[in-house]
C-alpha cells in the first residue's frame, strides 16, 4: 500500500523560501513519476511540477519555472519542493502525488493514483 505523507508548509512572507517534503512508502518507486499539485480555495487543484523517480526528469508549470525546483533522495524515498521567491498567490493547500507510469507528459491530476493528505502554504503579502 502506497502512502505519500507531506510536510514543510506554513506560513512565510513574500520573498520567502519554503522546502516541502514528500516521504514515500509501500512500494519501489523507481518506475514511478511524482508530482506536486496545489490547490486555492475556490479554484480547481493544479500542476506544479513533477520529476521521474529513475532519471530525474523534470516538468514544471509556468507560473513556477525559475522559482521552484523539484528533486528526490532516493535513498530516502522522499520528494522535495524547494520553493522560493514565493507570492501571496502561491497560497494553496499542496499535495504529493505519485503513479507507477512514466507514460504520458505527467502534468494531470487525473493521472495520478496515490495522494498525501496536503500541507498547507500561505504567503503573506
Known amino acids: 500500500q502506497v502512502q505519500l505523507v507531506e510536510s514543510g508548509g506554513g506560513l512565510v512572507q513574500a520573498g520567502g523560501s519554503l522546502r516541502l517534503s514528500c516521504a514515500a512508502s509501500?512500494?519501489?518507486?523507481?518506475?514511478?513519476?511524482m508530482g506536486w499539485f496545489r490547490q486555492a480555495p475556490g479554484k480547481e487543484r493544479e500542476f506544479v511540477a513533477r520529476?521521474?523517480?529513475?532519471?530525474?526528469?523534470?516538468l514544471y508549470a509556468d507560473s513556477v519555472k525559475g522559482r521552484f525546483t523539484i528533486s528526490r533522495d532516493n535513498a530516502k524515498n522522499t520528494v522535495y519542493l524547494q520553493m522560493n521567491s514565493l507570492k501571496p498567490e502561491d497560497t494553496a493547500v499542496y499535495y504529493c502525488?505519485?503513479?507507477?507510469?512514466?507514460?504520458?507528459?505527467?502534468?494531470?491530476?487525473?493521472?495520478?493514483?496515490?495522494w498525501g493528505q496536503g500541507t498547507q502554504v500561505t504567503v503573506s503579502s
Open positions: 502525488a505519485g503513479r507507477p507510469s512514466t507514460v504520458g507528459v505527467g502534468t494531470g491530476k487525473y493521472e495520478y493514483e496515490y
Open positions: 520529476i521521474r523517480w529513475s532519471g530525474g526528469s523534470t
Open positions: 509501500g512500494r519501489t518507486f523507481s518506475s514511478y513519476t
